[in-house]
């Protein structure tokens, strides 16, 4: 079973996103948060384009600790979700902006490749609306940034 999913059972959880572009910077953050409980850390946006998708075997490496890959999928959500496995990621993130088919193609890849499925609001124009369509999807995590 995902790590990630395991973790869903305690509360609370922190997430940490590593929104850093050098792979040393995002490594040393890292490397502080492996004693800590209830962790998991997001390899974030700039540092999964600056370094690519390595970065998320290489978090897990020091910290041991699920890894969330925030490739903020817009579209091709089945390769980007066995990208993202490949790589070791217990979960990806999908933008609840996106088309009804990505939603749908990202869930039946989350269930094929055991990878939960994160929906990012960012840049919603109607939150509460996207939310529920997320949730209809089968979102495992919905993120709102604030």
Known sequence: MNNLRKMLDRKPLLQVALDVVRLEDALRIASQLRELNNVYVEAGTPLIKSEGLRVVRLIKAVTETPVVADTKTADTALLEAR??????????????????????EAKKAAEEYDILLMVDLIHSTNPLEDSRRAAEHGADIIIVHV
Request: glycine fraction near 4%; aromatic fraction near 4%; charged fraction near 15%.
């Open 83 to 104: 990208l993202a496995t490949q790589a070791g990621a217990d979960a990806y993130t999908v933008l609840a902006t996106a088309p009804k088919e990505t939603l749908l």
